[in-house]
């Protein structure tokens, strides 16, 4: 079983990162990519309001 964890580091730098302001009731606005590799994991966060990608990894 593979477990995707977004750490209170990454998220602190998430909401630093995010200026955008949510397009519907639900308030969701991010999809996250987690991209398993040999050398360790890819994590993208992407805003669904502007597009803007940021990107995190292990290695």
């Known amino acids: ?3 995707f964890v977004i750490t209170n ?3 602190k730098e998430i909401k630093q990162w ?3 302001i949510p397009l519907d ?3 969701a606005k991010f999809s ?3 991209i398993p590799t ?3 994991l890819i994590i ?4 669904d309001v502007c597009k803007r ?3 995190f990894n292990e290695f």
């Open 32 to 34: 996250y990519t987690f």
């Open 25 to 27: 009731v639900s308030g």
């Open 53 to 55: 990608k940021i990107s």
């Open 1 to 3: 079983m593979l477990e």
């Open 44 to 47: 993208e966060v992407e805003c």
């Open 9 to 11: 580091q990454m998220e």
């Open 18 to 20: 995010d200026s955008c």
């Open 38 to 40: 040999g050398i360790g």
